[in-house]
Each structure stands twice: as structure tokens, then as C-alpha cells.
Nanobody, 116 residues
Framework: QVQFVESGGGLVQPGGSLRLSCAASGTIFIYTMDWYRQAPGKQRELVASITSGGSTNYADSVKGRFTISRDNAKNTVYLQMNSLKPEDTADYYC???????????WGHGTQVTVSS
């Protein structure tokens, strides 16, 4: 099991930017990496994924605004969030998997609040 520490969240005004980091306890190069978010009263949502080969996928709600990337040498995954909207407000979590099998436990996440 891989353990993660998410960081980079905070309070930002609409239209602003944040970069989230997910630092892993070990190597991640063999895993697909995901960013999830969960807003108050809502279901957990898959925001973005990046495969071991670097292919990316995004939820329609964030496509064109968010960019997921990985630095395997640093065992870190990033989520660059631009043009933030109030509906992006949520706790953000990362996960490692191979196919549908998770190799990490949900961490504490990092809170993103988009408000004027």
C-alpha cells in the first residue's frame, strides 16, 4: 500500500489558480494516479487520471482548466488548477491503482475553497 500526503490547497478567489501536490511514500511509476474530490453533501468525484505511460483523462467539469502531471523521480503527482470556480470547492485526494485495484488508502486530503 502506498501512502500519500496531499498539500497545496487553500482559499482562492474565482478565476484564481492553485497547484496541488501528492507526495507518495514510495515509487509510483507502475501505477495509474488519480485525483478525486468530494464536496460537502456530494459524492466523491474522479477529477483527473494519469497512467504510467502519461496518458491523461479529465472530468468534463474540469477539462481545459485542470492539468494532472507526474514526476516519478520525485514520487509526486500534481494537479494544476486554473480558472477556478466556486463549484470546485471540495476536499481533494489522490489515489494509486492498477486497473480497478487500489494500492493506497484515503489520506487526509487537502481542502480547496473557491470564494469571493
Amino acid at each position: 500500500q502506498v501512502q500519500f500526503v496531499e498539500s497545496g490547497g487553500g482559499l482562492v478567489q474565482p478565476g484564481g489558480s492553485l497547484r496541488l501536490s501528492c507526495a507518495a511514500s514510495g515509487t509510483i511509476f507502475i501505477y495509474t494516479m488519480d485525483w478525486y474530490r468530494q464536496a460537502p453533501g456530494k459524492q466523491r468525484e474522479l477529477v483527473a487520471s494519469i497512467t504510467s505511460g502519461g496518458s491523461t483523462n479529465y472530468a468534463d467539469s474540469v477539462k481545459g482548466r485542470f492539468t494532472i502531471s507526474r514526476d516519478n523521480a520525485k514520487n509526486t503527482v500534481y494537479l494544476q488548477m486554473n480558472s477556478l470556480k466556486p463549484e470546485d470547492t471540495a476536499d481533494y485526494y489522490c489515489n494509486a491503482r492498477r486497473g480497478s485495484i487500489s494500492f493506497s488508502s484515503w489520506g487526509h486530503g487537502t481542502q480547496v475553497t473557491v470564494s469571493s
